[in-house]
Structures are given as C-alpha cells and as structure tokens.
C-alpha cells in the first residue's frame, strides 16, 4: 500500500469517528471522498429486522434532491435470500445488471440511471448494514475502487455500531423522561377522606368508592361537566392495591382523531411516516396501575372497537405491529354525555357500553348537594390565595355564604372554583362579599321573597328570624356545629345560635326534626 493509500485510510477513519452525531461524521467524510471518488450521494443503513425493512441512519447529498426514504419494507423472501448469500467485500450495482439485488432491490432504492458502490458492514459475522457511494450516471465505479473503500469497512462498521448504540441510549433517555414527565403530572393521591363533601354531598358515592376500589373492574363515572369525576378516579385509584402503580390520565376529547390510535395503543418503528422510532400507548404506560379514559363518549368507531379488544383480552396491539402485547391495567372511564342516546344515534358501541357500565357511579352536581358549597369556598380560598401570592386568605362575610348556596352553579365545582378566583383577584381587603361576581345570578335566588308581594313577608321580627334560621338549618340539614354547619352559615357561636332556636321555639336536633 503506498503512502497516498495510507494517508487516505487514514483520513477516512478519522472523519468517520470524529463524532458520535452519525449525520455531522457523514457529512465530513463525503467531502474528502468527494475529491477522490465520483460521488453524489452518501448513505449509511442498517438491515432492521424488527420492520422487515432497510432503514437509512444517515444521508448526505445535494441539498437540491429530496432525502430518500427513511424505511424502505422489503418482502421475506428477499430478507432470507439477502442473509443467506455472503456479502463481505465491497460490489459495484448498476441498473442493467442481472443480480438478484438489482432485480428486487433496484427499483425500490432508484438505481435507475446511477451506479451505486455497495460496502458491507459487519461486526463479528453479524450483518450491521452498508455504507452506499452513488454517483449519477451508469458505469461511474471501478473493481479497484471498490477494493480500497473495502478496507475502511471495520471503522465505518464500528461508527455505525457506536451510532446504534448511541440512537438506543438516547431511545432509552426518551423512554424514562417521558415516563418521569408522565408520573410527575398525573401520580398525585386524593383518599376518601380528603374529598370534600365525602361525608356529606358524596357520601352516596364515596361508599360506592369504598366497594369498588379494592377490585380490578372497570368502572363508569357519570355526571355532569365540572363535578369532580377527575377526583373520583383518583380516589378509587389511590384507594385500590394498584396505588403504587402508575395513574395515567387521558382526555379523549383532546387527541386528534388522525393521533388517537398511536396515543393510546402506540406504535411501532416505520408504521407511518414519522415513527422513526416506537413509542409505547397510554394503555402500556399504565402496566401494573390504572388508565382513567376521561370524555369516553368522545372516542371516534374505530377507537372504540380497539378499546374493546382491551377490555376483553387484556392486551393492546400498536399500530404497525404484528403481536398483541398483554397490560395489567385498571380501566375507569367517564362522561357527562348520554351514552345510550348516542348507541341509539349510531355514535357509540352498545358492546363497549355493556363492557364499561358493569359498575356506573353517578357523581351529583353541585345544586344537589349545596351543603359541600361551603367547605368547596373554603378550600378554594385556601388554595387560590397559595396560587395567586396572597398572604393571609381572606374571610368570608356573613351572609354571603347563604347567597353561594341559593345559586343553582350550571359550572357546577368548575364555575365555583373560577369564582373564587375573580373575587381574589378583585378583593382589596376585608371579607369575601361576592357581591359583583353573583349580582344578577345567585343573588336571584336570595332576593326572590323580597320581590314578592309586601303580604308574604313575616310582620313581627321573631317570625321574620325564625324563617330565616328555619331557611339556613334546611340548607345545612340541621347541622349545628363544623363545616357547613348552620353557625358557620349564619357566622355565629354555635352555642349562642342554639339559644336562640331553643328561644324560638325552633327544633334543630336530627332526632326533633
């Protein structure tokens, strides 16, 4: 080998491993080959069996040619012919040629009027891929050219191992962070004691909780938008043996239809364009814990159908694959839409619905249990004065209390917590009156007597009161003491409120009542 053969080895090695970014290493080493060799072209791709395909790593060419494709499919028959015949030395293909490669491959790689020079790459007997030279034009390369690029195959071949194991690292990286993201954003706990209104409003459907949390069947929440049936899955889900699993959350009605199948299910590597690697679907991410299918009624026909194969077997195909892959999952679905009208309309599957209301919960709205309003005001006053920087959460003045639960809240908890909101946002000191954010809605309900007829009103003050106390003890259902109780509506010591109803005559004990 003379001294001009040996600076090139030389050369080329070193361009070729000079970096870990496949594409910027290939870009380098095009442009010495160029100065000794026709060349327009420069690909470097792998045999993937996984797709039963050739997959292109890295390209380089002028900028005025369209890249080639990235996965090119090829049929079995010519994947078993390609690993059956030995390539180990470097070969020149030309579209006139009469070989098995150019006859099935030469089509699907464009060798019409090119010639290109195909390196092998191996590592250890095990096929890796190719480096390909094309030059436009037929009869461009020769045996001897051939020859000396067939001593530059080990570096290529081990840049392109190092590349691999690089694209799997960072495979890999993708997987945990997105899982990390995943799991920072929907893994937070919400037990039945830290519902709000679970002993009241919920009581009905934190019992319910409590029986079907400790099983594994899929559960229906119903119930209009805005009534907590986020919360309700996160309560039967922390509440279940699968707590320490993941809680992966999926709003139906926010994934694009074209999106929803490669979401939830996943994909395999090449099943479309742009799925240059594969991705695991909600349905895996939640192995071992609960997927909560928010806005079920949204799901497109096809969806549903793909839906019910999981419900049924328990296992989950990815878009482009060839086997079904088993989950250990809990599913809990919900919807504020009438699921049975839409089976009637054509809209939904009446299988899918038989196979997810095994056990329905139907959460309440908020005018069905406005006793809950005060510990909700409560509570977003605590947290929204967090969020928003204030100090010292404001009080509530009296009065005001009993006008939020007049107000029939069509928003239900939703409407309630934005409402909290503007009136800190709009508070510049003193007690939360909530006079403007309800003037004209809630406080129709409060001032409906003072409209009526003069006739209607009680004359003597004493009755006056004790309609009025009559009036607040129906709305905390005779609840003297604590949260939501009457004193707390009425901003009164409890002790002296019971003086006055034993005054009046008034009975406030459940048992009296």
């Not at 279940?240 to 590597?269: W, Y």
Request: contains cysteine; glycine residues 8%; proline residues 6%.
């Amino acid at each position: 080998m003379d001294f001009k053969q040996e600076e090139f080895l030389k050369e080329i090695t070193f361009r070729i491993c000079s970096s870990l970014q496949i594409k910027e290493a290939l870009r380098s080493t095009f442009d010495y080959l160029r100065l000794h060799f026709p060349l327009d072209e420069l690909f470097l791709s792998i045999l993937d069996l996984r797709l039963n395909a050739v997959r292109r790593i890295a390209y380089v060419g002028p900028d005025e040619i369209a890249a080639p494709d990235e996965i090119v499919p090829l049929p079995e028959s010519v994947l078993d012919e390609i690993n059956s015949r030995d390539y180990s030395a470097p070969f020149i293909m030309t579209a006139g040629d009469d070989d098995f490669l150019v006859r099935t491959m030469g089509p699907r790689f464009k060798l019409e009027g090119n010639t290109d020079l195909i390196v092998p790459l191996v590592i250890n007997g095990e096929k890796l891929g190719a480096l390909t030279l094309r030059a436009w034009g037929e009869g461009r390369y020769t045996a001897e050219q051939a020859e000396l690029l067939g001593r530059v195959a080990q570096p290529f071949a081990i840049a392109l191992a190092n590349a691999l194991a690089h694209e799997e690292v960072l495979r890999y990286r993708d997987i945990l962070l997105d899982d990390n993201r995943f799991l920072n954003r929907e893994l937070y706990g919400q037990s039945v004691d830290e519902i709000i209104g679970g002993s009241t409003g919920l009581r009905n459907v934190m019992e319910a909780v409590q029986q079907v949390a400790p099983l594994n069947n899929t559960v229906l929440l119903l119930g209009e938008t805005g009534t907590g049936k986020e919360l309700i899955a996160n309560a039967i889900h922390f509440s279940s043996p699968r707590k320490d699993g993941p809680f992966i959350k999926v709003n139906c009605g926010a994934i694009p239809e074209n999106l929803i199948d490669s979401e939830l299910f996943g994909h395999e590597r090449g099943a479309f364009t742009g799925a240059l690697t594969e991705r695991r679907g909600r349905f895996e991410r939640a192995e071992g814990g609960t997927i909560f299918l928010d806005e079920i009624g949204e799901l497109p026909l096809p969806a549903q159908v793909r839906l019910l194969r999981v419900l049924q077997n328990r296992e989950v195909e990815r878009v482009g694959g060839k086997r079904p892959i088993p989950v250990n999952i809990r599913v809990i679905a919900a919807t504020h839409r009438n699921l049975q009208n839409m089976i009637a309309d054509g809209n939904f599957r009446e299988d899918l619905w038989f196979r997810l209301n095994g056990f329905p919960i139907m959460v309440p709205p908020v005018r069905q249990r406005k006793e809950d309003v005060p510990a909700l005001v409560r509570h977003f006053i605590t947290a929204k004065s967090r969020e928003l920087g204030v100090g010292n959460p404001p009080s509530v003045a009296p009065g005001a209390l009993l006008r939020l639960m007049d107000y029939n809240w069509p928003g239900n908890v939703r409407e309630l917590e934005n409402l909290v909101e503007r009136e800190l946002i709009r508070h510049r000191g003193g007690a939360l009156t909530f006079d403007a954010v309800l003037a004209g809605a809630g406080a129709q309900a409060v001032s409906a007597a003072e409209r009526g007829p003069a006739s209607e009103l009680p004359l003597r003050l004493d009755d006056a009161i004790a309609a009025h106390l009559g009036r607040v003890l129906e709305l905390s259902k005779g609840k003297i003491y604590g949260p939501g109780g009457a004193a707390e509506l009425l901003d009164m010591n409890p002790n002296t409120l019971r003086w006055r109803l034993d005054k009046l005559g008034i009975k406030y004990r459940r048992r009296d009542r």
